[in-house]
């Protein structure tokens, strides 16, 4: 069975064909560098770019699949979360596509598809229950996930997501966008206690706007005294991520207690990090499995959406409504 997932939440338009959960094509144009000079995605930039490059995303992802549209069983697409005109230009696309061609139709939560990544290509059991992270640039969430059809919010940030506050310490330092991967290359762990920061934590929720602008005074007064070395904001930004991916490891593990699983699933941007990477496979024991995805399904695409959307519409055994609407928040 040939799956066609399609991805517009935010600035990737992506496409991608599964046979089964196998991805035999992952196309995605991204609009990243055309948001760089404003430090953030603009909603209306995504908009316009969705719509110039879905038709091209589409055949080239078809090309590289060797499949035509007609071989295509089933079309799914994120509806939500998402910024809500580049959602809006993915889904009505893929129903347009499904109505035209008379093929099922499946509606996809983008942030449940980023814990779908290290089950494509059969690379894990689908085994329930397990704990979910999603950790991405719009969205710092831990789920209870007794099956994908049933999944419970555990915890989540309170105010902004750990990507958007990597990119926003990045800009603060004068680092490219996005500011996630350049933190990430200048991390030093013989650096990260020089500074003591701190971040929100209530419970399985966090709250990582503090920390944020606490970097952002500490560069102030670092200024004044011209203190502000290269090796200063090694140590500052160093600090930074060490306390940020402590607290959400440490959250990630007292979940995992309390709910008694024995398996965490991650998922979303920021999981490409190589330090959130070694300190959560750092917890793998006897009692606790960790599934990290490849690196390539970690940021957005349309392999993820079509796992889950071929997933639930085998599991659930309908489709979703071609009047499905897209909706910013879950
Ligand atoms: O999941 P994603 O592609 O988009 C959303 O759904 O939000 O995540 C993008 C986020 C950005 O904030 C980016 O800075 C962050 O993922 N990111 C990283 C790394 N690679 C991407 N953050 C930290 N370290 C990285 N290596
Ligand atoms: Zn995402």
Do not use: W
Not at 223 to 252: G, P, W, Y
């Amino acid at each position: 069975m040939y799956t066609l997932g399609i991805e517009t939440s935010c600035d990737e338009t992506s496409c991608a064909v599964l046979k089964n959960y196998r991805v035999i094509s992952n196309v995605t144009i991204s609009s990243l560098k055309e948001h760089a000079k404003y430090g953030g995605v603009i909603p209306e930039i995504a908009t316009r770019l969705h719509l110039k490059n879905i038709d091209k995303v589409l055949n080239c992802a078809l090309k590289e699949a060797k499949v035509s549209l007609k071989q295509i069983n089933l079309i799914a697409a994120t509806h939500s979360p998402g910024l809500i005109g580049a959602l809006v230009v993915g889904l009505n696309f893929a129903e347009a596509l499904a109505l035209s061609l008379r093929k099922p139709f499946i509606g996809v939560n983008h942030l449940h598809a980023h814990i779908f990544a290290p089950f494509l290509n059969n690379a894990h059991p689908i085994e329930f229950p397990f704990l979910g992270l999603v950790v991405s640039g719009g969205h710092t969430e831990i789920y209870y996930v007794e099956d994908f059809t049933r999944i419970r919010l555990v915890g989540k940030t309170r105010d902004d997501a750990c990507g958007e506050v990597f990119d926003k310490v990045a800009k603060t330092y004068g680092l490219g966008y996005p500011g996630g991967p350049h933190i990430d290359r200048l991390f030093k762990a013989s650096c990260k206690n020089d500074f003591s920061f701190k971040c929100g934590k209530i419970g399985f929720d966090f709250s990582f706007s503090g920390i944020k602008t606490a970097l952002v005074y500490k560069k102030l007064e670092l200024e004044k005294q011209k203190k502000l070395t290269r090796k200063t904001v090694v140590s500052l930004l160093s600090s930074f991520q060490e306390e940020v991916l402590e607290t959400i490891v440490a959250a990630t593990c007292e979940a995992a207690s309390k709910f008694k699983v024995r398996k965490i699933v991650c998922g979303g941007g920021v999981i490409a990090n190589r330090s959130l990477r070694r300190k959560l496979t750092s917890k793998i024991s006897a009692d606790l499995r960790v599934l990290m995805p490849p690196l390539e399904y970690t940021t957005d695409n349309g392999a993820i959406v079509a796992g889950l959307g071929f997933y639930l519409y085998n599991r659930k055994g309908k489709e979703s409504p071609l009047s499905l609407e897209a909706r910013a928040n879950q």
